[in-house]
């Protein structure tokens, strides 16, 4: 079973509207938690990362949030954009070796 | 371009042939990862280095695939007698390491495999 479960698997929206990915995770002990964007046919970019101590942090129109009591973590889109689509993966590290990949969420934004 | 690159882009084999990826990392990293991913997962981890030694490899890591970074810089990931599962995007990642300092991995672009 992967220790970090990503939810929706896959998601359309319109252009201008806002999502949430969710990410929960079963990794521990727990470093830190990063949010890439992967476009199709390329590497993952990463987003955000944050720490134990860190409930959220925005990166543009992207904003993370941890609850690494619950071992939870949400990325938020607002005003979604055309070149938002791509697949969005959550990475949990327990240490300074190791990263543990979600499956991702494929989005798709529609104009 | 400064970022971490790899070559080829693209990779089209037959079965049972032998490939081979190369990945530059960004100059001053010296921790290099190797990552399979299939269409529709995440990426899986196969390798590390740091500096030119191979500190873990993955189960995934059979006898047909071997990579090296001989001078701690460049490396080489080659998959021998390659069979149709093998076909795959193939990502490079680096970071540095240094004392307490740990930045985060820079990903390349990917080889993408396909064995027919």
């Known amino acids: 079973k992967n220790q970090v479960e990503q939810s929706p698997q896959s998601l359309i929206i319109l252009e201008g509207k806002n999502c949430t990915l969710q990410?929960?995770?079963?990794?521990?002990?727990?470093?830190?938690l990063r949010w890439y964007k992967q476009d199709t046919g390329r590497g993952p970019v990463s987003l955000t990362i944050?720490?134990?101590?860190?409930n959220t942090k925005s990166n543009g129109r992207y904003t993370a949030t941890l609850d690494a009591d619950t071992k939870q973590s949400s990325l938020h889109i607002t005003a979604s954009q055309l070149s938002d689509s791509a697949s969005y993966i959550c990475?949990?590290?327990?240490?300074?070796?190791?990263?543990?990949f979600g499956a991702g969420t494929r989005l798709t934004v529609k104009p | 371009d400064t970022g971490v690159s790899q070559n080829p882009r693209h990779k089209i084999t037959k079965r049972g042939q032998n490939v081979t990826f190369r990945c530059d990392p960004i100059?001053?990293?010296?921790?290099l990862y190797w990552y399979r991913q299939t269409l529709g997962q995440g990426p899986e981890f196969l390798t590390y280095?740091?500096?030119?030694?191979?500190?873990?490899k993955s189960r995934l890591l059979s006898d047909r695939f071997s990579a090296e970074r001989p001078k701690g810089s460049f490396s080489t990931l080659e998959i021998q007698r390659t069979e149709q599962g093998d076909s795959a995007m193939y990502l490079c990642?680096?970071?540095?390491?240094?004392?307490?300092?740990?930045?985060?991995?820079?990903f390349g672009q990917g080889t993408r495999l396909t064995v027919v």
């Open positions: 990642a680096s970071s540095l390491r240094a004392g307490g300092l740990h930045t985060e991995a820079f």
């Open positions: 990410c929960n995770y079963t990794v521990s002990p727990f470093s830190n």
């Open positions: 944050m720490t134990f101590s860190e």
């Open positions: 990475v949990v590290s327990p240490n300074n070796n190791d990263m543990r």
């Open positions: 100059s001053e990293h010296n921790r």
């Open positions: 280095f740091q500096n030119e030694a191979q500190l873990e």
